[in-house]
């Protein structure tokens, strides 16, 4: 077997998902592919609405019943297609395989429960090799302690616990079936300076101890710079650029997107009292532009682009879908003839 094809964990193709309203319906995700290999971490970057969240829960199938639909597409996790699975397969597939780490600690954990039970609870729901009560619960032990809480705090309830302390209990819950993947959804988002930098680097470390692979879903380069193997840049549904980490940190040629992300990230070496932030808004996801969907805020953009979808143009591992690039590469030939 192919050494690429044996070490991919999971790959989506052309997944298309929608919301459906009384009057109109959002067009979320529309046709994008993604490979994970295993014990890589992919970083998808955008701004909010591009469409992160919802792919992260089309994994998982966990978009909201009777509203959310997955109209197109493959998501194949370890060889089987999870968009094709039974829901029965499915709560296997969850907390078990892939487990998920959402954006707010605040609002992710039970109040009514102490953190010993809300671990308890996700280790006894997965409980495949019918550990004894007094394994769960060394298991409980043994994840708090893997996340730098004291085991000697865990029947405490989550508003006794700072914000990055939730957070630490948040991906103690997630990693306590030893899942494959990890999906983690802006992790740090609520959280301060000082703090995001702590939980990024327990999450890095505990993804290499363990040998997970992770997807981190973030709006901030900055973040995907200290953490990532791959990048993914969605903008309107559509990855616009993806490569490996160095094809997006090194590489001269861009996505004018990416070029906008860039120039919002604060850099202490330039004085200068602003960032650079990109003109305009994310278009309206019921009524699309058509052609490029960057175009009414490209500062690039050519009569083509409102007119024609981009093609991807592919350079090595580096992929961009835009116009501009197509023009270049044509006018590169006609020099070279």
């Known amino acids: ?170 991906i103690a819950i997630a990693l306590a079936c030893s899942p494959v993947l990890v999906i983690a959804d802006e992790p740090t988002t609520a959280l301060d300076v000082t703090i995001q930098a702590q939980v990024l680097a327990m999450m890095t470390e505990l993804k290499n101890k363990l040998g997970m692979s992770m997807i981190l879903i973030t709006h901030d380069l900055g973040i995907v710079a200290q953490t990532c193997d791959k990048v993914a840049v969605m903008y309107a549904g559509e990855i616009v650029e993806s490569g490996l980490i160095e094809d997006i940190f090194e590489s001269e040629k861009h996505h004018p997107y990416t070029v906008g992300l860039f120039g919002s990230i604060p850099n202490l070496e330039i004085e200068t009292d602003r960032l650079s932030p990109i003109d305009g808004l994310m278009p309206d996801p019921t009524n699309l532009p058509f052609g490029c969907k960057f175009h009414p805020r490209c500062p690039k953009a050519m009569k083509i682009c409102s007119r024609r979808t981009p093609p991807k143009i592919t350079y090595g591992t580096h992929n961009i879908v835009c116009h501009a690039f197509t023009r270049e590469d044509e006018t590169n030939e006609k020099r070279r003839r």
């Open 1 to 170: 077997m192919d050494n690429k094809i044996e070490n991919r964990l999971l790959e989506i193709r052309n997944l298309k998902v929608i919301y459906k309203t009384d009057s109109d319906t959002v067009c979320a995700v529309n046709g994008i592919d993604l490979a994970l290999d295993k014990e890589q971490t992919l970083g998808i970057v955008g701004e909010t609405g591009a469409g992160k969240t919802t792919t992260a829960l089309s994994i998982l199938r966990l978009l909201p019943q009777d509203i959310g639909e997955i109209t197109e597409g493959q998501i194949i996790f370890e060889g089987k297609d999870l968009i094709s699975a039974k829901e029965s397969d499915m709560r296997k597939v969850r907390g078990e395989k892939i487990s998920m780490i959402f954006q707010d600690p605040m609002t992710s954990l039970n109040p009514v429960l102490t953190v010993e039970q809300q671990l308890y609870e996700a280790l006894e729901l997965h409980n495949t090799q019918n550990k004894s009560k007094s394994q769960l619960e060394a298991r409980v032990d043994e994840m708090l302690e893997l996340v730098g809480i004291p085991k000697n705090r865990k029947r405490e309830y989550p508003h006794q616990f700072s914000g990055g302390m939730k957070q630490r209990v948040v």
